[in-house]
């Protein structure tokens, strides 16, 4: 494998896990079931997604082959995490989920 992929498949793996431990961080952190929701959302598409896609690369330059299984699941969690976020929130919707006071922070001007 040359250097170029090697730094490439690095990249995607490493944003990954970056993305994915703020989402963590994020989940842990956020006051109400509305704002944690984005916080899953975003790791499963970018942070997931990312160290996919570096699986993707790196299998596909080693075998020389595209791989058709790694693709296959960056596509099903492109798909699924946002239809599922949008699930959860409508399911919050209706069994009248409070949010979070607002601080004077947040207040409208």
Same mark, same amino acid.
């Given at each position: 494998?040359?250097?170029?992929? #090697?730094?490439?498949?690095? &990249?995607?793996?490493?944003? $990954? +896990?970056?993305? +994915?431990?703020?989402? =963590?961080? $994020? &989940? ?9 929701? /984005?916080?899953?959302?975003?790791? =499963? ?6 160290? +996919? ?8 330059? /080693?075998?020389? !082959?595209?791989?058709?299984? #790694?693709? &296959?699941? !960056? &596509?099903?969690?492109?798909? !699924? ?7 959860? +929130?409508?399911?919050?919707? /209706?069994? /009248?989920?409070?949010?979070? #006071?607002?601080? =004077? ?5």
């Amino acid at each position: 494998m040359n250097s170029v992929m #090697e730094v490439l498949v690095s &990249l995607f793996v490493v944003v $990954g +896990a970056i993305f +994915a431990l703020l989402g =963590s961080i $994020g &989940l842990n952190k956020l006051p109400d079931i509305y704002t944690r929701l /984005h916080a899953p959302t975003k790791v =499963s598409t970018l942070g997931i997604g990312g160290i +996919a896609i570096g699986s993707l690369l790196y299998f596909s330059s /080693h075998n020389g !082959t595209l791989i058709p299984r #790694e693709l &296959l699941l !960056t &596509l099903f969690l492109f798909i !699924t995490a946002p239809v599922s976020a949008h699930l959860l +929130a409508k399911a919050a919707l /209706h069994r /009248h989920a409070m949010r979070a #006071e607002k601080d =004077s922070a947040d207040k409208d001007v």
